[in-house]
C-alpha cells in the first residue's frame, strides 16, 4: 500500500529565508505526487503536482519541488519565504481508484 | 473555478445527536470525498463517491455514513456523536479519471 512521510512535524523559518519540506513516499509503480497547503481555518489549496517528465516541477506562490525516483522524494522548496507562507503542509501520493494518500503534515512558522 | 462549499464552519453538537455535514461542488465532479483532519494525523479518508448513489469505504469508515443522491451534493453523516469524532471535516471533489483533489473550507465538528 502506499504511504507518504513527512519527517518534519515543525519549522520555523526567518522571513526571507529559503525553506525546504521533505516528503518520503512509498509505492510500487509511477506515483503522482502532490504538495497542497492550508492556511489557519483554511481548506486545502494544490501548490504543485507531479505526474511525469520534468522532474523539477514549478507551482504557484514560488514554490517548487523535485521529484528524484532513487530517494522516493518530492520536496518541496522556495528560495525566500514570505510571512504569508505561514501554513500547514500536506504532500499526497496518487493511490488506487484515483484516491490520495497524504502525509502527517509540517507547519511552518515564519519569524520576522 | 472549482468551488467546494461546505455547509458549516463550525458546529457543535451533543453526544448521542444525528449529525449532518453537507458538501456542494459546482464543477461536474464525478468524484466526491470526505476526511477527517487530527493533529500529527493528517488527512484520514472516511468515505469516497464516484457517481450519484454510489459510495465506498475509505480507511475510517466506522460510526460514520453518507449519502449522494445528486451528483453535486455528498452528504456525511454521524449517526450518533461521540466525542471522539470531535474534528475538522474536509469535503473534497475530483474529475472521473484525475487524482487532483480540490477542498471546501472545512467544518470545525465538537461533540460535547
Known amino acids: 500500500a502506499q504511504s507518504v512521510t513527512q519527517p518534519d512535524i515543525h519549522i520555523t523559518v526567518s522571513e526571507g529565508a529559503s525553506l525546504e519540506l521533505r516528503c518520503n513516499y512509498s509505492?510500487?509503480?509511477?506515483?503522482?505526487l502532490f504538495w497542497y497547503v492550508q492556511s489557519p481555518g483554511q481548506g486545502l489549496q494544490l501548490l504543485l503536482k507531479y505526474f511525469s517528465g520534468d522532474t523539477l516541477v514549478q507551482g504557484i506562490k514560488g514554490f517548487e519541488a523535485e521529484f528524484k525516483r532513487s530517494q522516493s522524494s518530492f520536496n518541496l522548496r522556495k528560495p525566500s519565504v514570505h510571512w504569508s507562507d505561514a501554513a500547514e503542509y500536506f504532500c499526497a501520493v496518487g493511490a488506487n481508484d484515483y484516491k490520495l494518500s497524504f502525509g502527517a503534515g509540517t507547519t511552518v512558522t515564519v519569524r520576522a | 473555478d472549482v468551488k467546494v462549499t461546505q455547509s458549516s464552519r463550525y458546529l457543535v453538537k451533543r453526544t448521542g445527536e444525528k449529525v449532518f455535514l453537507e458538501c456542494v461542488q459546482d464543477m461536474d465532479h464525478e468524484n466526491m470525498f470526505w476526511y477527517r483532519q487530527d493533529p500529527g494525523l493528517g488527512l484520514r479518508l472516511i468515505y469516497f463517491s464516484y457517481d450519484v448513489k454510489m459510495k465506498e469505504k475509505g480507511d475510517i469508515p466506522e460510526g460514520y455514513s453518507v449519502s449522494r443522491e445528486k451528483k453535486e451534493r455528498f452528504s456525511l453523516i454521524l449517526e450518533s456523536a461521540s466525542t471522539n469524532q470531535t474534528s475538522m471535516y474536509l469535503c473534497?471533489?475530483?474529475?472521473?479519471?484525475?487524482?487532483?483533489?480540490?477542498f471546501g473550507p472545512g467544518t470545525r465538528l465538537t461533540v460535547t
Open positions: 473534497a471533489s475530483s474529475h472521473g479519471t484525475v487524482y487532483e483533489q480540490y
Open positions: 509505492y510500487g509503480a509511477t506515483p503522482y
